[in-house]
């Protein structure tokens, strides 16, 4: 004898498939809604890369120690003198405004200018400093640099010229000398060759010149 299904639970059952068909197609008709908000998320985030918001942005520091040189003109002609000139006022202004305004700073020797590794710290640490206090960078940027930024500097600059003066720069002086030339740079072919090719094998051995050449570096270093 056949069984007949009951109807009240055949009822119950197509129920609860309409109802899953129905949050099905309440999800389906939803999709263009959130297909729309995430379009204007990411139009608003193309706007944001684009115009440089959402981060700070701050501008890179001035190179001094490899600032375009011009030895074919003279200072009053040349677009490096002039944009090194700018470099130094700018910079000259900001330390007697700010840098100096720092006790353990004071000790900036009077030839700062003739020192290019004192020069080359002083912009950098400038740069950093407009960087962190330009809108919307974060609180920590300003600590940084008065915990650790501006100390090392100054530790550095203290390192670099706490014994000299304007005298020492001047003709006979001990930092009246030419600009530093890398030791033994005429060997860079000869080095460059072994070490791409035949690196396995013990380097060249220094020409005779180039032996006397670090001797007569190492009497002029002791004289200093």
């Given amino acids: 004898m056949t069984a007949h299904p009951d109807p009240d639970a055949v009822v119950a059952g197509l129920a609860r498939e309409l109802e899953t068909l129905r949050r099905r197609v309440d999800h389906l008709a939803a999709l263009p809604r959130r297909v729309d908000d995430l379009a204007h998320l990411f139009a608003r985030l193309a706007d944001t890369t684009a115009s440089g918001r959402g981060k700070p942005t701050g501008s890179a520091a001035p190179a001094w120690m490899d600032h375009p040189t011009d030895p074919s003109r003279a200072p009053e002609s040349s677009r490096a003198a002039r944009d090194a000139e700018q470099l130094l006022t700018t910079l000259a202004a900001w330390i007697g405004g700010v840098y100096l305004r720092y006790s353990d700073a004071r000790q900036l020797p009077d030839c700062w200018l003739w020192h290019p590794d004192v020069v080359e710290e002083l912009l950098w640490l400038h740069a950093a400093w407009l960087a962190a206090y ?76 180039q032996l006397d050449a670090a001797h007569r570096h190492a009497i002029t270093r002791g004289r200093r």
Avoid: F, K
């Fill in 134 to 209: 330009q809108p919307g960078a974060p609180a920590s940027a300003v600590g940084d640099w008065h915990d650790r930024q501006r100390p090392g500097v100054a530790r550095r600059i203290h390192a670099y010229a706490r014994l000299c003066s304007l005298e020492a720069h001047r003709p006979g002086g001990e930092r009246h000398t030419p600009a530093p030339v890398a030791p033994t740079s005429d060997a860079a072919p000869v080095i460059a060759g072994w070490w791409a090719v035949t690196r396995d094998q013990p380097a060249p051995a220094p020409a005779q010149e």
